[in-house]
Each structure stands twice: as structure tokens, then as C-alpha cells.
């Protein structure tokens, strides 16, 4: 089964940036969406940015101006830039994608997720 695996994540002060990437273990076909939720303790998971095939990213209205996703579909990757960060970012950020999964059917559509990443922000 084609896996999700993010890095990039770590601690950085309020202020500072981080890029998170997103890569597929495998290659995945006919990808609808790929973006990034996170989940901070206690709390449920949300959307952070979305980007569909052939149209706009959309974001969170708390991270709009300043994070940016962007896709690289040859690579199957998918990053996060994360500009201007607040404590209120710190969460665990996962990948996700909804797309066909050769090593699992050709006939139907996967929803896949990442084991998530930690991004920390510091005051």
C-alpha cells in the first residue's frame, strides 16, 4: 500500500518559518486533493490548506497570508510553507490525499493519510 510520509516539522520561536513536504512511497494516479490537517492536544483535527487537481489551494482563515501550499505532481509531493508562525500553530500536521492506489485497486479511490509530523512553536 503507496504510504504518505511528512517531515520537515521541529521546533522553531513565534516568527519563524518551516517548510513541510509530503511524499508518496509509491506513485499515486488520478489524484483528486492533496493537503494538510492538523491536531492540536485536546483538540479536533482541521483543515489546514487544501490544493485540487486544476484548481486553487484554499486555506484555514487562520493560516491565510501566511502559509502556502504547492504540489509537485511527477514527484507525488506536496509541501507547506509555514511563514509568520504563532504558538497557536503547535499541533501534529498530517498529509492526506485522495487518489488511486495501484497496490490496493484500480478501481477504486483511497483515502490516504500520513503518520503526521510535530511543528512546535515556541513564545
Known amino acids: 500500500q503507496v504510504q504518505l510520509v511528512e517531515s520537515g516539522g521541529g521546533l522553531v520561536q513565534a516568527g519563524g518559518s518551516l517548510r513541510l513536504s509530503c511524499a508518496a512511497s509509491?506513485?499515486?494516479?488520478?489524484?483528486?486533493?492533496m493537503g494538510w490537517y492538523r491536531q492540536a492536544p485536546g483538540k479536533q483535527r482541521e483543515l489546514v490548506a487544501g490544493i485540487a487537481s486544476g484548481g486553487s489551494p484554499n486555506y484555514a482563515d487562520s493560516v491565510k497570508g501566511r502559509f502556502t501550499i504547492s504540489r509537485d505532481n511527477a514527484k507525488n509531493t506536496v509541501y507547506l510553507q509555514m511563514n509568520s508562525l504563532k504558538p497557536e500553530d503547535t499541533a501534529v500536521y498530517y498529509c492526506?490525499?485522495?487518489?488511486?492506489?495501484?497496490?490496493?485497486?484500480?478501481?477504486?479511490?483511497?483515502?490516504?493519510w500520513g503518520q503526521g509530523t510535530q511543528v512546535t512553536v515556541s513564545s
Open positions: 492526506y490525499a485522495n487518489a488511486v492506489d495501484p497496490t490496493t485497486s484500480w478501481s477504486r479511490r483511497s483515502d490516504i
Open positions: 509509491g506513485r499515486l494516479f488520478s489524484i483528486n486533493v
